[in-house]
């Protein structure tokens, strides 16, 4: 078939294909990659930090945010680690904020 004979029907068609293998790789492909140290994981975070201070950046949005994640930035504010605002969004928070509680940290 010629591209310039796609139809909408036939994009539509496609991208639903492509998304099932997407879907479908995730799991051959997410039991290969290691597991990430906390050291790793802090290393990571405070390279994120500097990079976003040096650049004049003052808060951060994070969509999608998980429960794991959204602990650590728990953890590393009230270590004095994150000079930045941010707010998380994300579900699954059970435990961590209340439902319908927003997570929005201060400057220090």
Not at 42 to 49: N, R
């Amino acid at each position: 078939m010629k591209f310039s004979n796609f139809s909408f029907e036939d994009s539509a068609r496609i991208r639903s294909r492509i998304r099932v293998l997407e879907e479908s790789a995730k799991g051959l492909v997410s039991k290969h990659i290691p597991v990430v140290t906390e050291e790793e994981n802090l290393a990571a975070f405070k390279k994120a930090v500097h990079d976003y201070i040096s650049k004049g950046v003052t808060t951060s949005i994070i969509a999608g945010a998980n429960k794991q994640g959204l602990i650590d930035l728990q953890r590393y504010q009230k270590q004095g680690l994150l000079p930045l605002r941010v707010t998380a969004m994300g579900a699954g928070f059970g435990g961590v904020i209340t439902p319908g509680e927003r997570y929005c940290n201060r400057f220090r």
